[in-house]
């Protein structure tokens, strides 16, 4: 599926709605109550524990989520608008104009078996963190400073352990782009974008916490998070991942040429 392409006329309705919709902090936090609604996506539940989505995780609309990421973690509106494009489809309602992070919860449409923080489905509980899953995930952290190497060791570590031991594992073509994406949000949000690298305890933090890193000296980007910082970080996920060795691999019409032109590749936050 090609990207779409995004006109300035719906990115700048956005962006000047969005200035009047004021909320949401980095230094507040709470995390949800027994009435409110998280999913499976450590952060987008962030985004609502610190107030730049709904709270109770309900009702969140193309306005409130482009906000939400333009804000709190300066990913460029055009790539916020196709973010929330992607996850309304959660929503099992026709044309559905909101999801809430609770339809997130929807096994192997956003969600998927090998999580690096979440257990799969057939063993229980699949959106609520899971420290032992991810204490499994942090042992291929090899040091401070985490390089798409060590996030793509332990991404295929858990698709191989989710496989093993999982007897309905699933893992599609188009949630190996979701996980691509995931693995390279860590980099774009908390990390260094050009070099590819992130310190391993802002990540921690974040996972752990379901919080923005601040209290350990961590503030957003200071530029836009483009499109092809997107598109460029996941193809260094995916390269990382591939566990052949000695040559070039032909990527004429590969897996991970085609992650370029995928609409989902790149965005699994």
């Avoid at 499994?136 to 352990?161: G, S």
């Avoid at 310190?199 to 503030?219: A, D, H, I, M, Q």
């Amino acid at each position: 599926m090609q990207l779409p392409l995004l006109s300035a006329t719906l990115v700048f309705a956005v962006a000047s709605a969005n200035r009047h919709y004021a909320r949401g902090s980095t230094e507040e936090w709470a995390p949800g109550g027994t009435d409110d609604f998280r999913g499976p996506c450590p952060m987008m539940n962030t985004l609502a524990n610190h107030g730049f989505l709904p709270h109770d995780g309900r009702n969140i609309t193309l306005e409130n989520a482009v906000y939400a990421l333009t804000t709190a973690l300066n990913f460029n509106a055009s790539v916020a608008t196709i973010m929330w494009q992607q996850a309304v489809i959660a929503n099992p309602e026709p044309n559905a104009t909101f999801f809430t992070l609770d339809n997130l919860n929807r096994h192997n449409v956003l969600e998927h078996d090998a999580s690096i923080s979440r257990s799969d489905e057939f063993f229980g509980n699949n959106h609520v963190f899971n420290q032992t899953v991810f204490d499994t995930t942090k042992t291929y952290w090899q040091a401070e400073t985490l390089d798409a190497q060590m996030l793509a060791n332990a991404k295929v570590a858990r698709q191989v352990e989710s496989r093993a031991f999982n007897p309905n594992y699933t893992f599609s073509t188009t949630t190996e782009q979701f996980s691509l994406g995931e693995l390279a949000a860590p980099i774009l949000i908390f990390g260094d974008i050009t070099g590819g690298t992130v310190k391993s305890n802002l990540v921690t933090y974040f996972f752990e916490n379901e919080r923005l890193p601040t209290e350990l000296g961590w503030s957003k980007q200071a530029s836009e998070i483009t499109l092809e910082q997107v598109m460029t970080t996941s193809k260094r996920i995916a390269d990382a991942a591939v566990l052949t060795t000695g040559g070039t691999t032909d990527t004429t019409d590969s897996t991970h040429s085609k992650s370029r032109r995928d609409l989902h590749s790149g965005f699994g936050f």
